[in-house]
């Protein structure tokens, strides 16, 4: 039995986790956007240990990931004409669909909610796993839910490293570790609600990711519009999330050159994160860290440059924010998110 930090994504190592899933355990895998920890969708007990494990809210719901193919009248009650298209259009890959939920499909995956989410990734592990998993359950029919394989709140992983950091015990206790190298997408997936389309509400876009909006309106042909009051829960979608334990803040250019030049001094040492190269006279005490302009390659390094610099001892991330257009609501979608969880002020900068 497998116990080390991460193992093979070769046929044997796959067909082992597809066993420990059947029989209830928790499998962190690879996916395009960053890895999972996925258990068994039908077993409420084993849903159980990854809210568990994660120290995740119960009523928060978690995407279920099926293999190409799979039966999705078994998870959802009704496939409506604009999902069919959008899978279509970008299954396998980064799009979880919002659809009404089966009857039949437990609530646990859902937060209590009548619909669910539905993925089919598109990385070669992930499928080899589900079609191994799917192949041990009567029908065929299985699903493995599966929220991103970190702390509640934290940066997610890209890297089989990454989980191991954050569930050491579990690693230490034999949860397998399917090492698919760095995930490609580096962001959570874009979420579409569907569920609603009986009721009259057209397209939701409840989280942007690599696919996007204009894509999606393209293959539908109606726009997407924004959550209400009455759109359901969805992963990573609360106001404070994908956050290191490193306060972070997002500041416009003035402000980082106030921070490292002669205009203010870091009472700390404090990592720098730009779209340009450290200016002459950047504080000795800065890391600055240049960061791609496009907002594709920027999403691929975020959250391993986040870990990184999380780990570094310093006292702050100060995080030029990007461009406000389209293009980039992704990306500032996450940077956002990271920066609500703390309340900063400017007490970090001393006059000189």
């Not at 499928?127 to 970190?150: C, D, I, M, W, Y």
């Not at 994908?242 to 921070?259: D, F, N």
């Not at 001892?313 to 100060?318: D, E, F, K, S």
């Not at 924010?321 to 609500?340: E, K, L, S, T």
């Amino acid at each position: 039995m497998a116990t080390s930090t991460q193992a093979s994504s070769d046929a044997v190592a796959i067909e082992l986790a597809a066993q420990r899933l059947l029989a209830g355990d928790l499998v962190a895998f690879p996916t395009e956007t960053v890895y999972g920890l996925g258990a068994d969708a039908q077993n409420p007990d084993a849903v159980a240990r990854i809210y568990a494990a994660k120290g995740r809210p119960s009523n928060h719901p978690i995407i279920v990931h099926v293999a190409p193919g799979a039966d999705l009248n078994y998870w959802a009650s009704s496939i409506p004409t604009p999902a069919r298209q959008l899978i279509d259009a970008f299954w396998p890959g980064p799009l979880t669909l919002i659809l009404p939920r089966a009857s039949h499909a437990g609530a646990a995956v859902s937060g209590g909610q009548d619909s669910i989410g539905l993925r089919c990734p598109s990385h070669p592990v992930a499928q080899a796993l589900l079609r191994a998993f799917a192949a041990g359950k009567p029908g065929g029919h299985a699903g493995v839910a599966a929220p991103s394989a970190n702390k509640f709140g934290h940066v997610s992983p890209t890297l089989a490293e990454h989980v191991a950091g954050e569930f050491p015990d579990e690693v230490a206790q034999g949860m397998i570790v399917l090492d698919g190298g760095p995930a490609q997408v580096g962001i959570e997936s874009t979420i579409v609600d569907l569920s609603r389309l009986g009721q009259g509400v057209g397209p939701v876009l409840l989280r942007p990711g690599h696919v996007t909006p204009a894509q999606i309106q393209a293959v539908l042909g109606v726009p997407l519009g924004l959550p209400d009051a009455a759109a359901p829960r969805a992963s990573g979608t609360l106001k404070a999330h994908y956050a290191p334990r490193t306060p972070l803040e997002l500041v416009s250019q003035a402000a980082l050159l106030a921070a490292i030049g002669g205009q203010g001094q870091p009472a700390g040492p404090v990592a720098v994160v730009a779209f340009g190269p450290a200016p002459a006279g950047a504080h000795a005490r800065v890391a600055w860290r240049q960061v791609p302009d496009d907002p594709v390659r920027y999403a691929q390094a975020l959250y391993a440059m986040l870990r990184e610099l999380d780990a570094g001892g310093y006292a702050r991330i100060l995080v030029q924010a990007p461009p406000a257009d389209d293009a980039w609501r992704a990306v500032n979608d996450r940077i956002g998110r990271a920066a609500a969880a703390f309340t900063l002020d400017t007490s970090g900068l001393q006059a000189t």
